[in-house]
């Protein structure tokens, strides 16, 4: 057949550019060094194991890899936004890097630039994307100021004008520059929160005694080692604006937080577990102490453990509670964005203020981060998880009970959660992250922690005990070297 015949058709979608920074010159250095290609090797094979760890679970289709970079597209499917599954992918494949930088030593200081461009890709007969002017503009836009270009997300003015109306990043994108690509001039985008504005709460206590009335059984356990006092205070804050509130309130942080905290007023009992006195603060310890007190308390039905340094939108408790009503046998977990920078304490209360005001227009993308593939059936696809991450997990307190205590052999950051909640799932519950509106957490990004060293430890202590999950974590331990 003749290139003149092909039908060439066209197809609407976000283009995602992954870029590495400076690659030519730090190339050179990686080949240079004490290894030569091989460590080049090493570096470009990571690049895409992240890659195709990132997009695993998404609609992205990889166009073309190139070693320094990539080319991405999420094509526009009926009722769905391809800006926030790309805008999804960048923000995680940022975070992922960021950890392999710490578990692998010749990545550190390779930065990416991430550009996203939205509009028609043209496409052959057979399904195979051709590269056309959105790939083309995506892969050429350059920030003029380096702090918003390295290890940030940076959008045009079209995918900014196609994220929906409901969607949480339409609220944190704001213009921070402008390129030239062509003959045309590219209005560029980043996330900045500190550009956000929401109505600040100033009632409080007007605000406590109006939900007070809505208290349920359940006993948040908020563990918060190593968290600091600006972001402990705004998840307590997002606690207390839940539609729903718990009876009871753990929380296991530092005394410094501890002294802070009693001067806030609160519309449900707290009580703290000191990091001084513990006598072991890693995350299954912790969660241990956690637990053991909560399931000592009477009239408790609920547990709902939540991570120090993760926001809860205003319904999340409400949502969780009537799902637990009407499925007595499922653990529920839900979906958590990710920011593309360590926040500061002011943006941090900025986004705390905006998960107090906002309740349904939070709609998440349907993305499970660290969590696991679907279990597979004959007849299809159920929609129960092997595991899901322990961030939020509303577990009933009679499965907790039954489960047992958290294995305590994970030492730092990983896999503990997998174990939990893989053993709950063994026991025939349910494990689900419904995709709900409103029912949405964000992470309250931070520095990666050098406990996140121990995460090739961990994993190889998770295969270990269950070497089926080898299979379902395939590309993650691919990425590490199991």
Known sequence: MSISNIEVMPICGTAVSLDICDSTNKFEKISESSGGS????????????????????????????????????????????????????????????????VWFQELKGIKFRVCLDQGDVMTNPDGG????????????????????????????????????ENSIYRALFFETGTCKVGSNQIIL?????????????????????????????????????????ARMKVVLQSIESQSYIPEYVIVATSMNNINLLKKELFPFEIEFLCEAQLKDINRAAVRNELMKKACALKNIKAICFCDGDTLISKNCLKIAYRLYEANLDCVFSMPRIEMDSELSGSEVEILGELFRKEAEFL????????????????????????????????????????????????????????????????????????????????????????????????????????????EERELLYELIGL
């Open 38 to 101: 091989f460590n080049l090797y090493r570096v470009v094979d990571k690049v895409q194991k992240v890659i195709l760890y990132a997009l695993s679970g998404t609609a992205g289709h990889l166009v073309r890899f190139t070693g320094d970079g990539a080319l991405i597209f999420f094509e526009e499917p009926i009722g769905i936004s391809s800006t926030e599954l790309a805008i999804e992918f960048g923000i995680n494949f940022l975070d992922i890097w960021s950890k392999c930088c």
């Open 129 to 164: 994307l051709w590269s056309g002017l959105t790939l083309n503009c995506a892969s050429k836009m350059q920030h003029p100021i380096k702090k918003w270009e390295e290890n940030r997300i940076i959008i045009s003015e079209r995918v900014k004008n196609e994220i929906p």
């Open 189 to 229: 985008n980043n996330l900045d929160v500190s550009r956000c504005a929401v109505a600040s709460f100033d009632k409080r206590s007007e605000l406590s005694k109006k939900v007070s009335e809505e208290k349920k059984p359940i006993c948040m356990c908020v563990s918060g080692i190593g968290t600091d006092y």
């Open 363 to 470: 709609k998440p993308v349907k993305y499970t981060y660290w969590s696991g593939q679907k279990e597979k059936e004959k007849k299809g696809v159920s929609n129960r998880l092997m595991f899901l991450g322990s961030y939020f997990l509303f577990v009933p307190v009679e499965i907790c009970r039954n489960i047992g205590t958290w294995d305590e052999n994970f030492v730092g950051w990983g896999e503990e959660d997998i174990d939990f909640t893989y053993r709950i799932y063994q026991q025939g519950h349910r494990l689900l992250m419904p995709n709900i509106d409103g029912f949405l957490g964000v992470h309250l990004k931070h520095g990666v922690g050098s406990d996140s060293e121990d995460f090739v430890k961990n994993a190889q202590y998770l295969l270990s005990k269950y070497p089926e999950l080898k």
